[in-house]
């Protein structure tokens, strides 16, 4: 039996405390009032304002039109991960697949391009970007805040290097059987790729859940307003003797938080699976 090592433990359990110190110290100091955390800093006991702080965050209307709710928003920031999630995994999927599958010359070479990609970060095509959907009339939709960043050259990595992985042989048995390039894709190569899916879902959830500079650029309707962004407009009222709610924007970014934890929690076991899993 292997030895138990203490300083190991312990080196794990300081990461685990200093990891889970501010996200407890965020969602105790929501519980007080805003004066209370203005006054006092934060919090890591709780307070008696947490049922209150959550309803109101959650029900209340508020913005410049008077319409927007924390339920709003959270619907918002929940359609932009499940776009970017589902969307990204089928554009990488089929990408993969032409790349991998049918034979072209200079395939290499595009799939490289497509990586050079990564070189090239949203903030270096944001205004292309945007000045298409504005020509496109897309601003203030939720076609232009997913459609724009859908392709993407870590998922067809991913994909790429999961189908070069699959056996030849399913190919071959595939023809046998008079499959063709559509019935392959969908009935052998989509179910062997599961895990790899829940992998880049994880991913790119997170990767839509936490956007904010594409939104702010792309929506002027407080009704197409994210949780990132909702949390930004709380902090940045200052006006003469009014403070932050420091309260509702702690309370909302523990909300934020919790549908990404939710997914990464659900689907773990299918995530390690899907980035350390050789043999198919």
Same mark, same amino acid.
């Given at each position: 039996m292997q030895k138990i090592k203490p300083f190991d433990h312990l080196i794990l359990i300081l990461g685990v405390l @200093?990891?889970? /110190?501010?996200?407890?110290? /965020?969602?105790?100091?929501s519980?007080?009032? /805003? $004066?209370?955390?203005?006054?006092? %800093?934060?919090?890591?006991?709780?307070g008696g304002n947490g049922i209150e702080t959550y309803t109101k965050v959650l029900t209340?209307?508020?913005?410049?039109?008077?319409?927007?709710?924390?339920?709003?928003?959270?619907?918002?920031? *929940? $359609?932009? %991960?499940? %776009?970017f999630a589902v969307g990204k995994i089928a554009l990488s999927m089929m990408a993969a697949y032409a *790349?991998?599958?049918f034979r072209f010359r200079f395939a290499t070479l595009l799939f490289w391009a497509i990586f050079a990609t990564l070189l090239l970060p949203l903030e270096v095509r944001i205004m292309p970007s945007y000045q298409v959907m504005s020509e496109l009339h897309l601003l203030n939709t939720y076609t232009g805040l997913i459609v724009p960043l859908l392709a993407s050259a870590t998922g +067809?990595?991913? =994909?790429?290097?999961? @189908?070069?992985?699959?056996?030849? &042989?399913?190919?071959?048995?595939?023809? $046998?059987?008079?499959?063709?390039?559509?019935k392959f894709f969908i009935d052998v190569l989509v179910p062997l790729s599961k895990t790899m899916m829940a992998? $880049?879902?994880?991913?790119? @959830?997170?990767?839509?859940?936490?956007?904010y500079l594409w939104p702010l650029l792309? +929506? +002027?309707? &407080?009704? =197409?307003? +994210?949780?990132?962004r909702g949390i930004k407009s709380i902090l940045q009222v200052w006006v003469g003797s009014q403070i932050p709610d420091y309260n509702e924007a702690f309370a909302l970014a523990v909300l934020a938080m919790v549908p990404?934890? /939710?997914?990464?929690?659900?689907?773990?076991?299918?995530?390690?699976?899907?980035?350390? &899993?050789?043999?198919?």
């Open positions: @200093f990891l889970c /110190a501010p996200v407890v110290m /965020a969602l105790m100091s519980t007080h009032a /805003a $004066i209370d955390i203005h006054s006092n %800093g934060l919090s890591l006991l709780p209340h209307k508020g913005g410049f039109t008077g319409d927007v709710t924390g339920l709003l928003m959270l619907r918002n920031s *929940l $359609i932009m %991960g499940l %776009g *790349l991998v599958y +067809t990595f991913f =994909f790429r290097q999961f @189908f070069r992985s699959v056996p030849d &042989e399913l190919l071959e048995a595939a023809r $046998i059987d008079g499959a063709g390039p559509v992998a $880049i879902f994880i991913i790119m @959830f997170i990767y839509g859940w936490n956007q792309m +929506t +002027t309707d &407080e009704s =197409f307003y +994210t949780l990132m990404p934890v /939710a997914v990464v929690v659900i689907f773990q076991r299918m995530f390690i699976k899907g980035l350390t &899993e050789s043999d198919k």
